[in-house]
Each structure stands twice: as structure tokens, then as C-alpha cells.
């Protein structure tokens, strides 16, 4: 243990610094956590949803050669992971829909997000209101401007993603810190507990590829704070739990994870995230900057304070040299800022006054960022149902185009120059020819993307659209009437539906 537990205060004490009962703060907690589990019963359709339902759809129909989740290509994809595997091996065993498995994997996701946020800031504090502010911290404790991105814990990122592997991942990776801090702390931990926590770390590396940096991170500040001496069992121990980690994610059948250290084309998606960071992060990084640093004084081997900077030195390099994906890392950076936030308030060193006042800032603070985030009420609560001020600048949710597939069988191919389209049609088990999200594995993706531009693009010649149907073997075509293509009276299609938002679905009956 560190000298930690001895600077906060005792554990009967059931106040912050400022005088706020530990009742508020779990009262808080539990709202947003009924919240959070209204979210996974509507699951919000926005953003990656539709390709984590495809992967599952892909998997439940054939485990073992799943193809590419979107479009129809025998080629890998990093989706198939051992959490989604999972899933799809629940979906098998129990006859559930796609749907109701994310349900399942969003309340799974939340749970183990709970517990290890409690496990690993009980590392740090034994203090009882410590891990409820800590949620808070992380939630609430961002910026004026709300960011939803896989693997970022905001409440409108998190109300988005609770059924994705990044949710997931999160949980597995506070529960990985958790684990290894105490399996430093207890010399007789045996190799055999350091390689099942190599098994953790590679499954949370298979299962969110970002994520697992970002934890990783987070482990190496923990192996730095420990101060255990060189003993032959904790060199052996995390000898043990590397290799078996790195043996894991080298025979990982479903894709080649190695192969996606020399994968580009990544940078254009993420540039957004080095884009006016005051306002996404606007509340956490003074609040964060003061509290680790008062934590680096106390102790320069601080883990939260090293997970920290190994963060940053990551996203200050990309920026730097204009690699922006790794803009990924910055819950490096926020997440250890915003437990030192938490723990600040608790802290019994330095005087008292210091306490309520930066208790009583933190509070402005979380009322703040909760108001910036309200949106995420709007995930619940149809908009229409909600005063403007809430729903006013939000994200609106999409309208899925399910019912194109009334008519198509699993596996038929859609051609269609949407992109919201071509995310959401996969997750009722249509293939696209266009992937709706950028996908590395796949070959032909350039070509497959030209193809479609051409189709629909004016003047293109008849001979040359039918040859991009007979190319990808397409089965229907969905587009709004203005969007060009082959004229509604050709001959090779029929109207077989018109959707609630105006696009029109056409059967291909005749590729004469």
C-alpha cells in the first residue's frame, strides 16, 4: 500500500470538503445509472451502432468465416472480437435478436464500467465517496462542447456507446489496474494469477484496439508506482503476463492484429479531435492539471499522474506530427486528470479552506458539464416531448432503413449512395457495396467507392451502370429519386418501396 490512505479522510466520514453528503452523491450515481439503462432498452440509433449489430449478424450466421461485416468479401475484420464473439455465441444459445444482445451488452458493459471504476479508485482511496465522485468525474467533468466517440466517457459519448465493445473494453481495462495493483501488493502472487491478467489485457487489446492503449498506459503507471522490489516472482510474473498476452493476440484467428500497426488512412476521421480542445475539454484540464499536479508533489511516481503523461506525450506527438488517430489516447490524458479531480476533494492534506474551495468549484463545475451534455436526455425522451433549451443543438437520432429489408433476404446486396444507409442496412443482415465506415481489410474498398460514385453520378452511360450491378451481383438499389442513377422507368429495375424519409427502394430485375 501507499502512503496514500493516510492522507484522506477517515472513512466515517461521510462528507466532501465543502460539507456535500455522500447520500447526494450516490443519489446522483444511481439516476444516472437508471438513465444509462433506459438508454440500452431504446439503444439510440447514431453513430457505430449498425456495424456492431452486423458483426454480431455476421457471426450468429457463421462463426467461424464470417466475411467482412458490411459488405460482401471474404476478408477479416477487427470487429470480430472476443467480446463480440461472445455475444454471438449467447445470440446462438438463447434465440435473442441482434438487438436485444446489445440490449444485453450495454447493461453487461454498464455494470462492468461500475465495478471497475469502484475497484480500481478504492486502489487509491479508501474514502467512501470516492468512487461515486469519481463517476461523476468522468461523466460530467469534460468541456462546454459535448464529444460522442467510442472509448470517451462523456455522458452523451457514453449514452451513445453503452452496447459498444469500447464500453466493454473500458470496464475490462479499470478492472485489469484494479487486478494488477493488487497482485503487486501481495508478493505471493503466483505467475500463473500475472498470466491470467496477460489474458485480460489481451482480450481488452482485441476488443478495442484504442482502448487497450489507453489502459495500457494506465497499467504501465501502476507497474511504475508500485515500488516493489526487483523480486524474482514479480519479474517472472509480468514476464509471464506479457508474453501470454502477446502470444494471444498473435493467434487471434478472426484477423490479424499485428496487421493493424501498419494501417493508415485513419488520420482525416480523427483530425476533429485536435479541433478547439479548450471547448471539448474546457472544464476538466485546470481542475486536472492542479489536482495531479499536487499529487506530483507528493509523489513523483504517482500512477495517475504517469498514466497521465504518457498519455499526453502521445496526443501532444500527434498533433505534432499530424498523426491524429492519435487523438485516441486523449482519455490517456482525461481519465487519470478527472479520478485526481475526485480524490482532490477528499484529500486531508492542506488546509481546509483549499477543500471547500475547490470542492465548491468542482460542483459549479459538474452542473456545468452536466448542462452541456444534456442532450443525452433526448436518447431517452422522444425531442418532441422535451423543452427546445434541452433539445436544441443536439444530435439527432437516425431513421433506420429496416424496413428496406422487408422484402430482401439475408445476404441480398444494396447499392446506395447514403452513408447513413450503408451503416445501418448490415445490421438487419443486407450487404452494402459501399462499406459505411472506412475498412482497411477490404482490398477493392477504393474501387468499390469510385464504382458507386459512377453509378450515380450524371451522364454516366447505361452499359456502365449495369456493369456495377452485375460487378457486386446488386440485389436492390436505395436512393432518394434526385439522386441519379438508372432513371426510375428502366428496365432493369422495379419500385418495390417507398421509405417514411422519402428514399425509394428498386428490386434489379434485368441486367440486359
Request: aromatic content about 10%.
Amino acid at each position: 500500500m501507499t502512503g496514500e490512505s493516510a492522507r484522506l479522510l477517515p472513512a466515517s466520514d461521510t462528507r466532501l470538503g465543502g460539507g456535500v453528503p455522500l447520500l447526494a452523491l450516490r443519489g446522483a450515481t444511481t439516476l444516472l445509472a437508471v438513465g444509462a439503462v433506459l438508454m440500452t432498452v431504446r439503444l439510440p440509433w447514431i453513430g457505430d451502432l449498425g456495424v456492431h449489430a452486423a458483426t454480431i449478424e455476421r457471426l450468429r450466421h457463421d462463426l467461424l468465416h464470417p466475411g467482412d461485416p458490411m459488405v460482401d468479401s471474404p476478408t477479416d475484420s477487427p470487429y470480430y472480437s472476443p467480446w463480440t464473439v461472445t455475444l454471438a455465441l449467447f445470440a446462438k444459445a438463447t434465440g435473442l435478436g441482434t438487438f436485444d444482445v446489445l440490449r444485453c451488452a450495454g447493461v453487461i458493459g454498464l455494470l462492468l464500467l461500475a465495478t471497475g471504476v469502484r475497484q480500481f479508485v478504492r486502489t487509491l482511496s479508501r474514502h467512501p465517496a470516492a468512487p461515486p465522485l469519481a463517476v461523476l468525474c468522468l461523466l460530467l467533468l469534460w468541456g462546454v462542447r459535448p464529444l460522442i466517440w467510442s472509448g470517451f466517457l462523456g455522458l452523451m459519448s457514453l449514452s451513445a456507446n453503452l452496447s459498444y465493445p469500447s464500453t466493454f473494453a473500458t470496464g475490462l481495462g479499470f478492472h485489469l489496474l484494479a487486478l494488477l495493483t493488487y497482485a503487486l501488493r501481495r508478493p505471493g502472487t503466483s505467475v500463473a494469477a500475472y498470466a491470467g491478467l496477460g489474458v485480460l489485457w489481451a482480450v481488452l487489446m482485441l476488443s478495442h484496439q484504442f482502448t487497450g492503449v489507453v489502459f495500457t498506459f494506465g497499467a504501465a503507471g501502476v507497474l511504475v508506482a508500485a515500488r516493489v522490489p526487483a523480486r524474482r516472482a514479480v519479474v517472472l510474473g509480468t514476464g509471464a503476463a506479457l508474453l501470454t498476452g502477446l502470444a494471444l493476440l498473435a493467434v487471434w484467428p478472426y484477423y490479424s492484429f499485428f496487421e493493424l500497426l501498419g494501417t493508415g488512412g485513419l488520420e482525416k476521421i480523427h483530425q476533429p479531435l485536435y479541433r478547439r480542445p479548450g471547448s471539448l475539454f474546457a472544464l476538466v484540464l485546470p481542475l486536472g492539471a492542479l489536482a495531479l499536479a499536487l499529487r506530483w508533489r507528493r509523489d513523483h511516481r504517482d500512477p495517475l499522474v504517469v498514466w497521465c503523461a504518457l498519455g499526453l506525450a502521445t496526443v501532444v506527438a500527434g498533433g505534432l506530427l499530424g498523426k491524429w488517430s492519435l487523438g485516441r489516447t486523449e482519455p490517456a490524458v482525461l481519465m487519470p486528470a478527472q479520478i485526481a479531480v475526485a480524490l482532490c476533494v477528499l484529500e486531508q492534506g492542506g488546509r481546509r479552506w483549499f477543500r471547500t474551495g475547490f470542492a465548491a468549484v468542482l460542483g459549479a463545475a459538474l452542473v456545468a458539464g452536466a448542462w452541456a451534455q444534456r442532450h443525452a436526455v433526448t436518447f431517452v425522451v422522444p425531442a418532441d416531448a422535451l423543452p427546445a433549451a434541452v433539445t436544441r443543438h443536439g444530435w439527432p437520432l437516425w431513421r433506420p432503413v429496416g424496413w428496406a429489408m422487408r422484402d430482401a433476404a439475408y445476404g441480398d446486396v444494396f447499392l446506395t449512395g447514403d452513408r447513413r444507409a450503408a451503416v445501418t442496412l448490415p445490421a438487419y443482415g443486407g450487404y452494402t457495396v459501399v462499406p459505411g465506415y472506412p475498412d482497411f481489410f477490404l482490398p477493392d474498398e477504393k474501387r468499390r467507392a469510385a464504382d458507386a460514385e459512377r453509378y450515380f453520378a450524371p451522364g454516366t452511360p447505361r452499359a456502365e451502370r449495369l456493369a456495377v450491378l452485375r460487378r457486386y451481383h446488386v440485389r436492390w438499389v436505395l436512393q432518394r429519386p434526385s439522386r441519379g442513377g438508372l432513371p426510375a422507368g428502366d428496365p432493369a429495375l422495379r419500385e418495390a418501396q417507398r421509405g417514411p424519409d422519402g428514399r425509394v427502394l428498386y428490386e434489379v430485375i434485368g441486367l440486359n
